[in-house]
């Protein structure tokens, strides 16, 4: 994984589909293991899904090295701009910038997590 600031990690982004797919099969093996108790499947109402080192779905160390700019992350960054914005004119308009597009939007790194 790569940071906003240069720093490399041997951590998994989690935009990663390899991460997604793991979290996945955890959430259903809770899910499955709460409903194959009847004490438990009786009084448990929801899920609060959380992620990262304190559970705010921040990876490890954004604080001191920014956010993720990883490919996964990129690619999932770019994915949620194609939906975000209906076509390139409604993107390049709303980041004031005729170069930008679906394939070259870049994450937006240039604070730290401070």
Do not use: H
Not at 52 to 76: H, I, M, P, W
Not at 106 to 114: F, K, M, N, Q, R
């Amino acid at each position: 994984m790569k940071f906003a600031n240069g720093t490399v990690s041997d951590m998994i982004s989690m935009a990663s589909d390899k991460w997604l797919e793991n979290a996945a099969k955890k959430l259903k093996a809770i899910i499955k293991c709460v409903l194959s108790n009847p004490d438990y499947a009786r009084i448990v109402v929801g899920y609060q899904l959380t992620a990262g080192e304190t559970g705010e779905c921040f990876q490890f160390l954004y604080r001191q090295n920014g956010v993720d700019v990883s490919e996964a992350n990129t690619r999932k960054f770019r994915e949620w701009l194609a939906v975000k914005y209906n076509n390139i004119d409604e993107l390049k308009r709303s980041w004031n910038n005729p170069n930008v597009n679906f394939k070259s939007a870049l994450i937006p790194s240039d604070y730290l997590g401070e």
